[in-house]
């Protein structure tokens, strides 16, 4: 079975310019969460979708937006592109919102700001 | 908030060595505490979990016991091996209002050397 897969793989923006990823699910999957890992860290959390509404909001400016389409796949939409975006950005999927289960996590799309 | 802290690395071993890599928790409630590992270039991957306080999690020769006294969530490998080399991340699941999400520490990096 395809696991989660995101392209994507790399990109290269500039500054004020704006972007947009995306994240297919595993099949059957039905949540899908994004997160953003700058060099070093850990990821951060930035949305939480399950069917098609956003469940979850971290700690991001407005210039980060996401959406959920009938099939579960995913986007994520950066518009302003600041220096600080650059990162690894991963998309990740589970059945469903349990909080017990664990997420399944992609390769990652790695976005550089120049 | 929840946060994990882990032991900052590199940590660097011989190969047949043995692992610890130290990982505790700050949480409200009774968090489910996973480990990924994250191979150069590549996304997370689930290496093993725990959902509740004397669970021991264990895949690939790797195990960590939840321990609720110490809020602690260790990472041990009796012997590890080159192909170990990689990061380690330790996480936790945080619940919110109808969504959960995953707060990782910042990663330790395991070098393993023939």
């Known amino acids: 079975d395809a696991g989660v897969t995101q392209s994507p793989t790399h990109l290269i923006k500039t500054r004020g310019q704006q972007v947009t990823l995306r994240c297919s699910p595993i099949s059957g999957h039905k949540s899908v969460s994004w997160y953003q890992q700058v060099l070093g860290q850990g990821p951060q959390f930035i949305f939480q979708?399950?069917?098609?509404?956003?469940?979850g909001r971290g700690n991001f400016p407005d210039r980060f937006s996401a959406r959920q389409f009938p099939n579960y796949s995913s986007e994520l939409n950066v518009n302003a592109l600041l220096l600080g975006d650059s990162a690894l950005y991963l998309c990740?999927?589970?059945?469903?919102?349990?909080?017990?289960?664990?997420?399944?996590f992609g390769d990652g799309t790695r976005l550089s700001i120049l | 908030g929840d946060s994990v802290t882990q032991m900052e690395g590199p940590v660097t071993l011989s190969e047949e060595a043995f692992l610890t890599i130290n990982c505790t928790y700050t949480a409200t409630g009774y968090p489910s505490l996973f480990w990924y590992v994250q191979y150069p270039g590549e996304g997370l991957q689930l290496l093993l979990k725990a959902t509740k306080a004397d669970d021991k999690g264990s895949n690939k020769g790797f195990e960590a016991t939840y321990r609720k006294e110490t809020t602690s969530f260790h990472l041990e490998k009796g012997s590890v091996q080159v192909s170990d080399s990689a990061v380690y991340f330790c996480a936790l699941i945080q619940s919110g209002a109808g969504y959960s999400t995953l707060t990782f520490g910042k990663g330790t990096m395991l070098l393993v050397s023939p």
């Open positions: 990740a999927s589970r059945p469903d919102r349990g909080d017990r289960q664990p997420q399944h």
């Open positions: 979708y399950y069917e098609k509404e956003e469940r």
